[in-house]
């Protein structure tokens, strides 16, 4: 099989979504006073506020947000271990500040951001130091931050002699961070440690429980559950690498699909602000 060049420079995407409330409120609001400024007055801006923008420019903004998610997954497409993250979608009910907007009550909002977990595609390395998992588990670590799953499989020995992440983590064993020797390293299956057919520890293998979530933190790392439970059934390979689980052909459709889409509601958004202008200029007419 073809030797796997992986990277392990992966950054967590930034879930914190954007205050799109205020955002279309901002932008519909000061646009329409600045256009009314000094001519008709507060009582004339609500007659002739165009509240059907609304919908089309939200739609925008999740698209948005939603071609930077697609773009990250595919800049990831190399990035050894990677999972992509796959959006959820919710729409908001009277959560806006102040009185209530027509329009603006009901809109799409990306809600959460939870990682595709699923098993990405083992390619043969050949190196010592490199480890792919099958199954649900995940390596384990112990960062400056605490300890951290970890999928990532490029590992190393440190001047010290532990095996560590390529961010110079260590890597816990049953008792703790494993101790290398110098001498012939084997990782079995199961993820037993041995350098010169001695045994010097064992992997240490968690995975989530049912029901619980974990998050990426940046650099292949991710929480740990509150519970966590021994992987029994995950299998350790040395001399591989686990692909990115993302399709880059789908994905790329997937970003082309979309990107038309936004041009749609940026069409959308131009046809309301014509209506929006038309409808000023009939004012200042009648005035």
Not at 233 to 239: A, C, D, I, M
Not at 241 to 261: A, C, Q
């Amino acid at each position: 099989m073809a030797h796997l060049k992986g990277e392990c420079c992966e950054k967590p995407f930034d879930v914190a979504a954007p205050d799109i409330i205020g955002r279309l409120r901002n932008i519909l609001n000061g646009a329409l006073a600045h256009a009314l400024h000094n001519s008709l007055g507060t009582l004339v801006k609500e007659a002739y506020m165009n509240r059907g923008i609304y919908p089309p420019l939200a739609g925008a903004i999740t698209l948005e947000r939603r071609m930077e998610i697609l773009s990250h997954n595919i800049g990831n497409v190399q990035t050894t271990g990677f999972k992509k993250d796959k959006p959820i979608f919710e729409t908001i009910l009277g959560q806006t500040s102040g009185p209530s907007v027509a329009g603006i009550d009901l809109f799409p909002l990306i809600g959460s951001l939870p990682a595709d977990r699923s098993q990405g595609v083992l390619a043969h390395t050949g190196e010592t130091f490199d480890v792919a998992l099958q199954g649900e588990g995940f390596l384990v670590a112990q960062t400056p931050e605490g300890i951290r799953y970890f999928r990532g499989g490029k590992l190393q020995r440190n001047i010290d002699g532990n095996l560590v992440t390529p961010s110079g983590d260590p890597l816990l064993g049953a008792k703790g961070p494993i101790k290398l020797p110098p001498g012939e390293i084997v990782i079995d299956n199961i993820g037993s440690v041995s350098v010169n057919n001695v045994v010097v520890g064992a992997l240490r293998l968690d995975q989530v429980p049912q029901g619980e979530n974990i998050a990426k933190v940046g650099n292949l790392y991710w929480t740990v559950p509150e519970n966590p439970t021994p992987s029994r059934e995950t299998t350790v390979h040395q001399g591989m690498l686990e692909k990115s689980n993302v399709n880059p052909s789908l994905d790329m459709v997937e970003l082309i699909k979309v990107t038309r889409e936004y041009e749609q509601m940026q069409k959308a958004i131009q046809a309301m602000d014509e209506m929006a202008s038309q409808a000023i200029q009939a004012g200042r007419v009648q005035g």
